[in-house]
């Protein structure tokens, strides 16, 4: 996807987005609703404004560097699913399984890491966050299995 | 008084309270470094500590850590581009860009030791502002204190970048955020969506640590490269040093903005940074701000410190915090048999005179401790991304896990990260959001209470138009500022 086709799908995001909470807004109470609505109606006005800008460059090609700059969206969406399947297994399993387990898959997989360092990495870091853990009394998020 | 403060150094100089101070040091200076985890956790830590201590060692210990905390956490801001604390987030500006140019051991050279003068600066106001304290913080009040937040708000659009219009529209989207949770006026929900999560709003570590780590996270990954894009450290601890002495009038009038800023009860300390970041943007001539110029690093590094200093005024001298540390703080006095009050400054004037030395002392012994520790800890840079990031990442997950300690902190580490890294790619400027997001629930509150007050008879306070008039000047340029900055601030910023 090329950059500028991106700003004006985000800009559009963000308008929706604060033409929403505009509406919701409507919904609280007079004290309640000032703040959050002349915050988003100002949000949402601008970003009309800007859209429309964004869109007529596009098509009369002002910045063309801009339009045709292509941006990567399979690599950092491989690495987003990283983020999430750890998040998940720490769901799951809890902290100390699903880092073991995220931590040596990674560095196996990702980082071309042999499997002797990887084994002593995961375990620096397993003793570094337990010992956070009991030390300055650092809470882990809790799990569905309880562990 | 002088004799009181020279019998002080004495009390803070016995051995075992100088033991209890490095203690304190140590801790504070590992909160720091650990993004997510803040002073009210290391306060939090070491407040059942205190319960019937001597008082001069529970607050060496307790004062020791609260004065290195924005040392420490200048290191995973530079470094890494992740906000240690909420208080050097302005610090990344441009001491993330430096250790990308392989100037990580200048950037942290020149932050610790403006650190150390800030926090010096904030002790020196504490002892100053003792007998002139109470008519300086009275004179505060909501309208004030609104155009204060509207001073930081304006520090948005400076901060926008190459197109304003991203900038505003990230300052209101971070508006916007803020107020998620209780409305400030009646007791009343907004954007909660049956949530119990959102009742309590959106924790600020977890914004600061989701808009800035997630993208550096997972631009790391992607373009497969160490923060150091040169793949050298260049030794540069005495240059930075060097670039701080060059800048000193900037390194003061930092520190002067720092304390100002931490007199003021209620307006937070997350702010200061970036008011100081701006403040240096808008007078220092030829800047580079934003793309790596070492003065954005001592700009916000001068002040954060120097705030410590400035907070404990209006905490030591009227019990009123202005952060959940010094709120704990509170109770560490009351567990030590003091309590906060006018007496602090009659019969209680030696603990006092005693916190503004340990102040000192810690700032002094926390730089010097930081400035030792620069250059193995600066290597972390040259560490390839795919091999350091799957570690941060669990750090990261621990650390904004601590602000609500609820999955709720997680469920949003993701969403503003997500929303932080599109940000990053399309290039609308991150910073906008935050101030948005730290400023939006004060601002609402003082709107509020102001109108409610004074009706629109506040509007001719002269503090107020005083500010206002500041607000004008700042964003038509600061050029008068500018014409009188001194000539050694022109050159050396990069």
């Known amino acids: 996807m090329n950059k500028s086709l991106a700003n004006i799908l985000f800009t559009a995001f963000i308008f929706i987005l604060f033409t929403a909470a505009a509406f919701e807004a409507l919904t609280f109470s007079r004290l309640a609703q000032f703040f959050p609505l002349y915050i988003s109606i100002a949000g949402s006005v601008l970003a009309l404004i800007y859209l429309i800008k964004i869109i007529i460059e596009h098509i009369k090609e002002t910045s063309p560097e801009e339009r045709y700059e292509q941006l990567q969206i399979l690599k950092p969406f491989r690495y987003i699913v990283w983020v999430l399947a750890y998040l998940l297994l720490i769901y799951v399993f809890g902290m100390l399984i699903a880092t073991t387990v995220f931590l040596f898959v990674f560095l196996i997989w990702e980082s071309k890491m042999k499997i002797l360092p990887s084994i002593l990495s995961v375990a620096v870091m397993l003793v570094l966050i337990t010992y956070l853990s009991a030390a300055i009394n650092i809470a882990w998020p809790t799990s569905l299995l309880g562990f | 008084m002088i004799q009181s403060a020279i019998d002080a150094l004495f009390i803070v100089l016995d051995p075992a309270r100088l033991g209890y101070m490095f203690l304190g040091i140590s801790i504070g200076i590992v909160v720091g470094l650990l993004p997510g985890l803040s002073g009210t956790v290391g306060m939090a830590l070491l407040l059942p500590f205190v319960f019937g201590l001597d008082p001069y060692i529970g607050m060496a210990l307790l004062i020791g850590m609260i004065a290195v905390i924005h040392t420490g956490d200048t290191f995973p801001s530079i470094l890494l581009g992740i906000p240690g604390t909420s208080g050097s ?296 991304g795919e091999k350091i990031v799957p570690f941060l990442l669990v750090l990261l997950v621990i650390g904004a896990y601590q602000s609500t300690m609820s999955w709720g902190d997680l469920v949003i580490f993701v969403i503003i990260g997500l929303l932080g890294y599109v940000m990053t790619v399309l290039d609308w400027p991150r910073p906008p959001l935050l101030i948005g997001f730290v400023l939006a629930m004060s601002a609402e509150r003082y709107y509020w209470i102001s109108i409610e007050r004074y009706g629109w008879d506040w509007i001719s306070n002269p503090l107020v138009i005083v500010l206002a008039l500041l607000i004008v000047g700042l964003l038509s340029g600061g050029a008068i500022m500018k014409k009188f900055s001194k000539q050694v601030e022109t050159k050396g910023g990069n």
């Open chain 2, 89 to 384: 987030q302005a610090t990344i500006m441009d001491g993330f860009p430096l250790a990308q140019r392989g100037q990580a051991s200048r950037a942290m050279g020149a932050a610790f030791f403006c650190s150390m003068v800030g926090g010096v600066i904030g002790g020196i106001a504490l002892f100053l502002t003792i007998p002139i304290a109470e008519p300086l913080i009275t004179s505060f009040s909501s309208p004030e204190l609104f155009m204060l937040t509207m001073l930081g708000l304006s520090m948005a659009g400076m901060l926008a970048g190459k197109s304003v219009f991203k900038g505003v529209m990230a300052g209101l989207l971070g508006l916007l955020i803020g107020s998620v949770g209780s409305a400030p006026a009646v007791p009343e929900y907004r954007y909660t969506f049956d949530t119990l999560y959102l009742t309590q709003g959106i924790s600020l570590p977890v914004v600061a640590i989701a808009i800035f780590a997630f993208p550096i996270i997972i631009t790391m990954l992607t373009d497969r490269t160490t923060v150091s894009k040169t793949g050298e450290l260049q030794n540069g601890v005495l240059r930075g040093i060097k670039d701080s002495i060059k800048n000193k009038f900037l390194v003061i009038r930092s520190a002067v903005v720092g304390v100002l800023i931490g007199f003021i009860p209620g307006l937070g300390g997350s702010v200061v940074d970036w008011l100081a970041y701006g403040f240096g943007k808008k007078t220092v001539k030829n800047n580079h701000f934003g793309e790596g110029d070492i003065r954005g690093v001592i700009a916000p590094e001068s002040a954060n410190n120097a705030k410590e200093g400035g907070s404990l005024v209006p905490t030591l001298l009227f019990g009123i915090p202005g952060s959940g540390t010094t709120a704990i703080l509170l109770g560490g006095l009351t567990l030590m048999g003091l309590q906060a009050g006018p007496q602090m400054i009659t019969s209680d004037l030696d603990i006092t005179l005693s916190i503004v030395w340990t102040l000192v002392l810690a700032n002094v012994f926390g730089a010097a401790l930081c400035i030792i520790l620069i250059k193995p800890i600066s290597k972390l840079s040259l560490i390839p």
